[in-house]
């Protein structure tokens, strides 16, 4: 029963690594870094959830 | 008869008293004791690890004594490792608290106080505190099969309002959830409620994985959607009017100041509640921290020892070492204005970003920060910590 409010979400490489470290992004008000790849971490999950939904999309990294 | 055995002649001088010294040494078998004959104060200690919940004492609130009850996600606001939920409500406000008001032999309690109430539960909301259990943590409760092991839930509870509550037991392995009533007698008194888990036969076990295995849930209001089929103290397939069965008082969400309170969360295998298992602030602390941790505050405070040098100009790539290894990649984010500084210079960052290194997850506690800022000189070496306004930074891998 998640009911994240989840918005802005951007993924960020830095320069030192191969592929996105991690996703920018705003849950419930709050920006926080979710890291890429662990579907354990329930907020990663959650929006790999609505990727695949289509009811979020994650704009590239800058 | 053993030699020194009541003989005879003292039988007959109806000497019948046995002492001691009148049972040979050896001669009590395992056979001679009744079931539960033993128990944990004729032992004299207390068995260990016996309990499943972790902060059952409230004793941890790395998160503040206070916080706010959110009226969309269940979040954690205050006791760690104790979520509250006030799903769809409307016009409800509340918090949830550690406090030092508890039962004797405890010192905090975890306390949900409705500051707006809700005019009317309508059928899609739900206000409950929920517990939720690794799953690996219980895959010896044997669910799914026949040697399902029943274990026995214990808590104190205090409210100022009577009636008829719920407890909702749930496997988010394999969905199945058991509910279970208690009855609140006295307003504004703490009460401690045993209630028997009977191990599930069906359905499946909990994976053998980090994520959420048992969840159990402290119903304080409920809707249509999650109340209105009585409860049958077994075990079924989840159902949403089955959530809090037919009974469950809504007066917690309803009642303006209303008050629900609880501490000494156990749940243990067998079915006697046996004496809280207490254990010291340090061992609840780095049991709660595989779930979250929270480091920094004041002005200068330092964020979780962050150590680096500056890659380039603008990002300083910091490493440090977390108390415990997390359960998962933990979701990063902080409060306030963190910084990096050189021992003369602070930099403050405009953002901040942390995870495990690539290839360490689950094994080591390393934990990689990453700093953005302008100004920095190449390679510099770099501490981090928060500027004159203070900082906090989370680290949250949270069931």
């Known amino acids: ?62 | 008869m053993a030699s020194n055995s009541k003989n005879l002649a003292e039988l007959l001088n109806s000497d019948v008293t046995l002492t001691a010294t009148d049972i040979a040494n050896g001669a009590v078998t395992t056979d001679k004791l009744a079931d539960g004959a033993i128990t944990g104060g004729k032992m004299g200690i207390q068995l260990g690890r016996r309990n499943l919940i972790i902060n059952g004492a409230m004793q941890v609130a790395q998160r503040g004594t206070s916080g706010s009850i959110s009226t969309g996600n269940p979040n954690y606001g205050s006791v760690d490792r104790f979520k509250t939920e006030a799903y769809d409500a409307d016009q409800f406000v509340g918090t949830w608290a550690q406090v030092t008001d508890a039962p004797t032999g405890f010192s905090y309690s975890g306390k949900w106080t409705t500051t707006t109430a809700e005019t009317a539960i309508d059928a899609s909301e739900l206000f409950d505190v929920r517990h939720v259990i690794e799953a690996q943590n219980v895959t010896h409760l044997e669910y799914g099969s026949s040697d399902a092991k029943t274990c026995t839930l214990s808590f104190y509870v205090k409210s100022s309002v009577t009636g008829t509550f719920t407890v909702n037991v749930y496997n988010m392995d394999s969905s199945r959830q058991l509910v279970k009533e208690y009855t609140i007698s006295s307003a504004n008194s703490w009460e401690k409620k045993v209630i028997t888990v009977i191990g599930d036969t069906g359905g499946s076990n909990f994976g053998n994985d980090n994520g959420p295995g048992l969840q159990i849930t402290w119903n304080l209001a409920a809707g249509s959607a999650y109340s209105g089929t009585p409860v049958t103290g077994s075990w079924a397939a989840y159902s949403g009017p089955a959530w809090s069965g037919a009974n469950q008082s809504n007066a917690v969400g309803t009642t303006l100041n209303a008050t629900w309170q609880i501490t000494g969360v156990q749940l243990e295998v067998g079915d006697t509640a046996t004496p809280f298992e207490h254990l010291s602030y340090g061992e609840e602390l780095r049991a709660c921290q595989r779930y979250y941790i929270q480091g920094g505050g004041p002005a200068y405070a330092d964020l979780l020892g962050g150590q680096g040098f500056n890659i380039t100009t603008t990002l300083c790539s910091m490493k440090t070492y977390l108390p415990v290894v997390m359960r998962a990649q933990p979701t990063f984010s902080y409060t306030g204005t963190p910084r990096v500084q050189n021992g003369q210079s602070g930099f403050n960052l405009s953002n901040l970003t942390g995870g495990f290194p690539s290839g360490n997850e689950g094994r080591l506690n390393m934990f990689n920060m990453t700093g953005t800022t302008s100004g920095l000189t190449l390679y510099q070496p770099m501490n981090l910590d928060a500027n004159a306004g203070g900082g906090v930074v989370k680290v949250d891998a949270e069931l």
């Open chain 1, 1 to 62: 029963m998640e009911k994240m409010n989840i918005t802005s979400a951007q993924y960020v490489q830095y320069p030192f690594d191969q592929s996105p470290s991690g996703i920018q992004v705003t849950i419930d008000g709050e920006n926080v870094f979710v890291p890429v790849g662990d579907m354990g971490n329930r907020h990663y999950a959650e929006i790999m959830r609505r990727v695949d939904a289509g009811e979020l999309t994650i704009a590239d990294a800058e």
